[in-house]
């Protein structure tokens, strides 16, 4: 089993929509937990840090369900601009400072 | 401003010749890192830093190198044992001595032929 799954996608949404992405870990002692965005052919950027309470910052809410082990990411009216793979990241507890990586869900925004 | 540079964006080289990749960060971060990005996959570690001197291997160390002779510097080596050199090499950076998000730089496209 990896260590931080998610769905490749691509998830294909209208302008305006509101899409969802889960991303499960394996690791029940994680601590901390990101949503990075990626651009193609770009470096990843911090969208977000997840915290044990969830967290809004704009149209973008991430939330962390410890018990089952799934972060999610909700983006409200979504903009073309919001086209781009979007990584779950979780720290690996072998190192406090490694962080494990999931491969990606490709969100693609059509007009 | 403050931010993480590498250098050179896109890099070629033949097989069998070792190659640098250069990371230089100014945001007095302690902590930094070198991830390889193949196609359609995710980030792997190849190696990490958390002081000057200092370094340990990640997931996928074999055929690379490192040193950490700066806080500032963290340059890579992709030797010829390498056995799949091309690939997107991301720098990254991180402060302090517990778990931090971390910041990238704009990365480097290495192709070997």
């Known amino acids: 089993r990896k260590e931080v799954e998610q769905d490749p996608g691509p998830f294909n949404v209208p302008e305006g929509a509101t899409v969802a992405f889960n991303c499960t870990y394996s690791?029940?002692?994680?601590?901390?937990f990101f949503w990075y965005r990626q651009d193609c052919r770009k470096e990843p950027k911090l969208l977000m840090s997840?915290?044990?309470s969830g967290n809004e910052d704009g149209r973008f809410t991430a939330q962390l369900n410890r018990a089952s082990q799934y972060i999610s990411l909700l983006i409200r009216d979504s903009k073309l601009s919001d086209s781009a793979t979007y990584l779950c990241v979780v720290n690996g507890v072998d190192s406090s400072y490694k962080l494990i990586f999931g491969s990606g869900t490709r969100l693609l925004v059509r007009p | 401003d403050g931010g993480i540079t590498q250098s050179p964006k896109y890099l070629f080289r033949k097989e069998g010749q070792n190659v640098t990749l250069s990371c230089e960060q100014n945001l007095n971060h302690d902590a930094m890192y070198w991830y390889r990005q193949d196609p359609g996959q995710g980030l792997r570690l190849i190696y990490y830093s958390q002081i000057v001197n200092d370094f340990q291997k990640g997931d996928i160390a074999e055929g690379y190198s490192v040193s950490r002779e700066k806080k500032e510097s963290f340059p890579l080596t992709v030797t010829s044992a390498q056995k799949n050199p091309t690939a997107f090499y991301l720098c990254?950076?991180?402060?302090?001595?517990?778990?931090?998000?971390?910041?990238f730089g704009p990365g480097t496209r290495l192709t070997v032929t």
């Open positions: 997840v915290y044990s």
């Open positions: 690791n029940s002692a994680s601590q901390s």
């Open positions: 990254a950076s991180s402060r302090g001595t517990a778990v931090y998000e971390q910041y």
